[in-house]
């Protein structure tokens, strides 16, 4: 299939080692054209080698990679982003992790000191969103209708209800399909939102919470039960077209 992945991962995710060759392997016999790609490394604090693994993905992917910036409270205090910014890698996307770092929602300095990254780099705000009270969707919704000149993707869609108020209500806020079951996929589909849609798979990070999957298996099978069940052209936006429109 001809389809972009706007959630994959490289690097160290607890005993995880996601290395750059194996993403690209793997998006090689998935058939993904593009891919946005942050490293879990960053969750270590590991600069150095959040920027190794970045420039060995793109060395080996080149134009079908795109870097995401994931972003930090601790690299912020230690004056640190200036290294990545000058890392001669052309960032496509910032992310932020508030479940892991509830200071990008719970406190105001920080929703700003992320935004103004996007910002700066003219880049979409990637966001994880959860069922903790802090990574709600709903956190976001101030900043989302407070900054419409940048695009925020909720990742995840969690909670559901609150993902699709801001979908609805919003034209600068997307979502994405990762760990999202079939069913919560389609009620977005089904609400008329499918333009506002991205295909996610979070790979490989499934790897580490059900190790006997067969990761190809299951990412072909959550594909082409997708496509089964909602119309031709709105498949065609969640796999290609969006992604597309958004990172031109």
């Not at 150095?48 to 870097?67: Q, T, W």
């Not at 990545?84 to 105001?108: A, M, N």
Request: net charge negative; with cysteine; hydrophobic share 40%.
């Amino acid at each position: 299939m001809n389809i972009c992945d706007s959630h994959l991962h490289v690097g160290q995710f607890y005993h995880l080692n996601i290395l750059p060759k194996e993403i690209i392997g793997f998006a090689n016999n998935l058939g993904i054209q593009r891919m946005l790609v942050s490293s879990t490394s960053t969750c270590e604090e590991d600069y150095d080698r959040v920027l190794c693994e970045m420039k060995e993905l793109l060395a080996l992917g080149e134009s079908r990679v795109l870097p995401a910036l994931w972003v930090t409270p601790l690299m912020i205090a230690r004056d640190m982003t200036q290294r990545f910014l000058d890392s001669g890698i052309h960032w496509r996307c910032v992310k932020i992790h508030p479940q892991i770092h509830p200071y990008w929602t719970e406190d105001d300095e920080g929703m700003d000191d992320a935004i103004l990254f996007s910002r700066m780099l003219h880049v979409p705000l990637l966001v994880h969103t959860g069922e903790e009270p802090q990574c709600n969707a709903g956190k976001m919704e101030q900043a989302i209708r407070s900054n419409p000149d940048v695009n925020f993707i909720l990742a995840h869609s969690r909670p559901l209800d609150q993902t699709l108020r801001l979908l609805a209500d919003n034209e600068n806020a997307y979502a994405d399909t990762a760990f999202c079951p079939l069913n919560d996929m389609m009620k977005i589909v089904k609400a008329g939102l499918s333009r506002k849609l991205l295909w996610g798979s979070d790979c490989m990070i499934p790897q580490y919470y059900y190790p006997d999957m067969n990761i190809h298996e299951a990412y072909i099978s959550k594909l082409t039960s997708l496509k089964a069940a909602i119309a031709e052209s709105d498949f065609s936006k969640i796999t290609l077209e969006n992604f597309n429109r958004l990172f031109k």
